[in-house]
């Protein structure tokens, strides 16, 4: 743990880290249509689970990467998954498209 708190502080020092947070282990899972089902979870039997997240401010995802081979967790058999941020989601960005062509195509008419 010490380990663990001198890396998070030298982030924090460096400007990279601009948040963290762990996840509890408690939760539900929504699935099916209009969310009708609601769940537990996560499930205990999930091969994969996400303890936390950290946001950092790096340069490319590169970066990031040597930034995540310096985690203290790496030794016990943590794994780190790094991945960039999206500026917006896909789904707003295909929703913003048809409706643009969708006014184009009133316009037109």
């Given at each position: 743990?010490?380990?663990?708190?001198t890396?998070?502080?030298?982030?924090?020092?460096q400007?990279?880290?601009?948040?963290?947070q762990p996840?509890?282990?408690?939760?539900?899972v929504?699935s099916?249509k209009?969310?009708?089902?609601v769940?537990?979870?996560p499930f205990a039997?999930s091969?994969?689970?996400?303890?936390?997240?950290?946001?950092?401010a790096?340069?490319?995802?590169?970066?990031?990467?040597?930034?995540a081979r310096g985690?203290?967790?790496l030794?016990?058999g943590m794994?780190?998954?790094?991945?960039?941020?999206?500026?917006?989601?896909?789904m707003m960005?295909r929703?913003?498209?048809?409706?643009?062509?969708?006014?184009?195509?009133?316009?037109?008419a």
């Amino acid at each position: 743990m010490t380990q663990f708190k001198t890396w998070f502080d030298r982030l924090t020092e460096q400007g990279k880290l601009k948040g963290a947070q762990p996840l509890v282990r408690q939760g539900r899972v929504v699935s099916g249509k209009d969310g009708r089902v609601v769940a537990d979870g996560p499930f205990a039997e999930s091969k994969e689970a996400i303890g936390g997240y950290f946001l950092l401010a790096v340069n490319s995802l590169d970066e990031a990467v040597q930034i995540a081979r310096g985690c203290p967790g790496l030794e016990h058999g943590m794994t780190v998954e790094v991945r960039p941020v999206a500026e917006e989601c896909p789904m707003m960005a295909r929703a913003r498209q048809v409706l643009s062509e969708q006014q184009l195509a009133h316009a037109g008419a």
